[in-house]
């Protein structure tokens, strides 16, 4: 693997690791699985595109894919409160919905290049004229991404959220309109992936309306190799440390990509290399609980001879 | 005070399995009552309790909560003036959680959620000096997630954060069913010290007889939706499990053995 293959993984896992803390937001912190995903980052990387393409400033760009994609995230939010529909065929429908949605917002385009345009990628980099001006800009917006979120969930509203995930009944008996909290909860999830789908859009340059597939996935993959990962450390993970581990997950996941591209994979076999990615990912949790069941099954053998008798001892 | 009036509740209305839980319930409680509830499977009383709560809606009749009318409020509003311990103690708790931020959620009830500090210093001192008052060790044990706390102290968690803001109506459904007989006696003091408040109503569905007599200050007995039996006082004072057995015919095997 060359060094640009390694530092652009680096750059895209930044990207990716916003992604996958609004998927963390979602599935972990409030425990609803939500395909809106799939939908919703390309609204942000279209709202990006569209916006500045015509000129607009890169960070206004940047808070128009934020304020867009909460709103998908809000609709299946509603479908899933006022009319009753499963959160998981909820965000289906609104994943379906915006395909149509985002090629009216990209003007019935397909796709939107940006070489032409200013982005916050190209501006940071006249700025510090570095090379390493890509991997700063994503290190400052996914640090300022991250204490962000965990800001808000340890304020008083974000520890509310994080109960309405644990246990609506206790929430409701708290006084918490726990609907109230799922509306915000997945409106701010989609917020987060709508902004890593706006950066995308700026990073690369260009946005596509088909950009969208398997983001859920790749989101989930990264939580979930990044809790694996430090869980082998610690069985409390505090949640600061929980958000930083989806960032190390979602980094893994594209140096495992570019890995994969190395070795000689074609291009077009990319969305095949991430479904096998993701599936080792998601089989971890099994494979560390074989791992932790060899390790008591070893822990109690080793304790009979000590019960037997003192001959533990003399060895 | 809390009054009920003329309470009906039908559950599956127009099917076959339509089901009258609640039929024409009224009652009145004052400040510093604590009424015992007792009746077989099936008479009403969880439903009675989830009326009050707001979980189910009701079909006909008023419920007041110091003359306001809370019929129509929805089940989180109403919890600002209503705790509640539920029967499963994985309910009452958020078990990711600590111990502390339980605690201030609980404590947070009646306050505008923002984006405050979820908890101050000055409650966690706060909430570790009341929580001695349990007597569990749980006030050092603060910063523990829920979900490392066994059944009981759940129980006792619980109870402590449905009572930490001082609610009007406290609601015990069955609070002590899922815990060994030690530990449910130890939930059940806590029951009395805390119930024990002069503008507090408590409301504790028991199945046993025994301990539907000893503890508080009002029994009733439900029946097919229906209030059947209403004693306090003296009457109470006389009453045993041998004649509450007689004088209803209660054939319910769950009873009869306690
Ligand atoms: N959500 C519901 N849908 C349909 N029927 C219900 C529902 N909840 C309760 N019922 C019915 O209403 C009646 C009263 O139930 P309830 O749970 O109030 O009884 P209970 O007195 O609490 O009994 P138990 O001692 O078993 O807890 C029962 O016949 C029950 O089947
Ligand atoms: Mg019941």
């Not at chain 1, 790749?218 to 610690?234: C, K, M």
């Not at chain 2, 923002?114 to 000096?129: M, N, T, Y």
């Not at chain 2, 503008?199 to 301990?211: E, G, P």
Request: proline share 2%; glycine share 8%; charged share 20%.
């Amino acid at each position: 693997m060359t060094i640009t293959a390694i530092l652009d993984s680096f750059e895209l896992g930044l990207i990716y690791a916003i992604l996958a803390l609004g998927v963390f937001l979602s599935f972990r912190t409030l425990n609803t699985p939500d395909l809106t995903v799939d939908g919703s980052i390309v609204t942000g990387a279209a709202a990006s595109a569209i916006l500045c393409s015509t000129g607009h400033s890169p960070l206004v760009a940047l808070l128009a894919s934020f304020i867009l994609a909460s709103l998908a995230g809000a609709v299946t939010a509603l479908l899933n409160i006022k009319l009753k529909i499963e959160p998981l065929l909820a965000g289906i429908l609104v994943m379906l919905a915006l395909y149509s949605l985002n090629l009216r917002l990209m003007g019935s385009r397909s796709n939107i290049a940006l070489t032409q345009s200013n982005t916050l990628y190209k501006s940071f980099h006249a700025a510090v004229q570095s090379n390493y001006s890509s991997l700063i800009l994503g290190i400052i917006i996914l640090s300022i991404a991250t204490l962000s979120l965990y800001f808000f969930l340890n304020t008083r509203l974000g520890f509310a959220l994080r109960a309405t995930g644990d246990n609506e009944y206790m929430v409701r008996a708290s006084g918490v309109n726990s609907n109230l909290m799922k509306l915000l909860g997945l409106s701010l999830s989609n917020g987060f992936v709508g902004l890593a789908g706006g950066l995308l859009a700026q990073y690369q340059s260009y946005s596509d309306v088909q950009m969208g597939v398997g983001m859920v996935v790749i989101g989930l993959a990264s939580v979930i190799v990044g809790e694996t990962i430090f869980e082998l450390f610690t069985k409390t993970v505090p949640l600061l440390i929980r958000l930083l581990a989806v960032s190390v997950g979602a980094i893994l996941y594209r140096l495992a990509l570019a890995f994969a591209l190395s070795c000689g994979m074609p291009a077009t076999d990319l969305k095949l290399i991430s479904a096998v990615i993701v599936a080792i990912a998601l089989s971890t949790g099994v494979m560390k609980d074989s791992f932790l069941k060899k390790k008591i099954s070893f822990t109690s053998n080793s304790i009979k001879p000590a019960k037997d008798g003192e001959s533990y001892d003399m060895h | 005070m809390i009054c009920i009036e003329h309470l009906y509740k039908i559950f599956g209305y127009g099917t076959v399995n339509e089901k009258l839980a609640l039929q024409d319930v009224s009652l009145t409680m004052h400040p510093g009552e604590f009424i015992t509830i007792i009746g077989s499977n099936g008479a009403g009383k969880s439903t009675l309790m989830n009326c009050l709560s707001g979980v189910e809606k009701t079909d006909h009749g008023n419920i007041f909560l110091n003359d306001i009318n809370i019929t129509k409020y929805p089940e989180h509003k109403r919890s600002r003036y209503i705790g509640r311990v539920f029967q499963d103690p994985m309910k009452g708790t958020a078990f990711d959680m600590t111990i502390e931020q339980n605690l201030a959620i609980a404590y947070n009830k009646d306050k505008f959620r923002g984006l405050q500090k979820g908890i101050s210093k000055k409650e966690k001192a706060f909430f570790r000096e009341r929580l001695s008052l349990l007597g569990m060790g749980l006030e050092d044990r603060m910063t523990q997630k829920v979900k490392l706390l066994s059944g009981g102290q759940r129980q006792a968690l619980t109870l402590f954060m449905a009572i930490l803001v001082n609610p009007k109506l406290l609601l015990l459904d069955e609070h002590t069913a899922a815990l060994d007989p030690a530990t449910a006696k130890k939930v059940l003091d806590l029951t009395d010290q805390f119930a024990n408040s002069k503008d507090l109503c408590t409301m504790m569905i028991t199945h046993n007889m025994s301990d539907a007599l000893r503890h508080g200050t009002r029994t009733i007995l439900m029946d097919s939706g229906r209030i059947i039996m209403d004693i306090s006082g003296e009457e109470r004072e006389k009453m045993t499990v041998e004649k509450l057995i007689e004088q209803f015919e209660i054939q319910n095997d769950r009873m009869l053995l306690k």
